[in-house]
């Protein structure tokens, strides 16, 4: 959903600095996503597979996608809009072609919303929780008839303002509901294809400022200390200076994803340049003296 918002030729209000930082940072290997993502329109149902669980077990998931399933989408794509040859190979499910959009996916979550997931999760823990409260006081109808202007529940029919006329039969199955930040605006939205698990899309409000630019830490140009250690322990130790950091701050501060975050900053402790202590669930980390002054380009003071 998040793509869906990148490729929109105007920016939300909330979202619009987080998207104009966002296309500056995409790295290639993230854009093969946005060839499957359009601004307007379906965008496949694989890359959404039903599963829970971690990002790497979606992927995974996502990869093992039957071929069948795979030449469905493709050629309800294709009856939308023109697709980039190289899908060819995916709509055929080539392995190769599958790996890049895994590999995509993953770049584009690090590069473009790891740094924001403590807001992103507060907000989807604060409708989940909402709704709960709701199921509990005034059941599934109060539920159902909140998740937007859009919807409206009248037993046993929930009616969507959509796109395009669309029936989704449950049949017993149940009904996933899915909430989102990045929603395409107030009208919730499904899977194309109704023999898929039900599963309805539907966007939660994001604070004013809960997701701002982060920018990466500034260094010199020429920084002299990059062929050393690297460009992003570098940006983790200069974070550092003058200063002490949790992991997130770091990774905040450095535009890095929490998981490179934390393993670089025990490569910097084992090297003496920081020092790190835990505080009740927090790790409190701080230069030493020898990485200050290797920041500034000084003997460290021998005691």
């Known amino acids: 959903m998040s793509a869906y918002l990148l490729r929109k ?8 600095g987080w998207r104009e930082q966002t296309r500056r940072r995409l790295t290639p290997s993230a854009r093969p996503l946005l060839d499957l993502v359009p601004a307007s329109g379906s965008s496949p149902d694989f890359l959404t597979p039903p599963c829970g669980g971690t990002l790497s077990e979606g992927i995974d998931t996502l990869l093992s996608t039957p071929r069948s399933r795979l030449a469905a989408d493709f050629a309800h794509l294709a009856q939308e809009r023109p697709l980039p040859s190289w899908t060819v190979d995916l709509a055929e499910g080539r392995p190769p072609a599958l790996r890049m959009v895994g590999h995509a996916l993953r770049e584009y979550f690090h590069t473009c919303l790891a740094p924001h997931w403590d807001a992103i999760a ?26 937007s202007p859009a919807a409206t529940w009248r037993f046993p029919l929930l009616s969507i303002d959509y796109l395009f006329d669309h029936d989704v039969r449950l049949d017993g199955r149940g009904l996933l509901l899915q909430p989102v930040v990045f929603g395409r605006g107030p009208n919730p939205t499904t899977l194309i294809d109704p023999a898929l ?13 809960a997701i701002t630019p982060v920018e990466p830490a500034r260094r010199p ?27 997130t701050e ?9 998981p490179t975050a934390s393993r670089h900053a025990t490569a910097l402790r ?16 701080t230069i030493t003296p020898l990485g200050t002054a290797l920041l500034h380009g000084r003997q460290p003071r021998l005691n």
């Open 122 to 147: 507060a907000a989807v823990r604060h409708d989940h929780t909402r709704r709960a409260q709701l199921m509990a006081d005034q059941g599934v109808e109060a539920v159902l008839n909140t998740l």
């Open 270 to 285: 084992d090297a003496n340049l920081i020092t790190s202590h835990r505080h009740k669930n927090m790790m409190i980390h």
């Open 250 to 258: 770091l990774a905040r501060r450095a535009a890095t994803p929490l």
């Open 9 to 16: 030729p105007r920016a939300e209000t909330v979202l619009g």
């Open 197 to 209: 698990p039900p599963v309805l899309v539907y966007s939660v409000p994001l604070a004013l400022g």
């Open 221 to 247: 140009a020429g920084d002299p200390i990059v062929p050393l250690l690297g460009t992003t322990r570098t940006r983790i130790l200069r974070a550092l200076d003058n200063t002490n950091a949790t992991t």
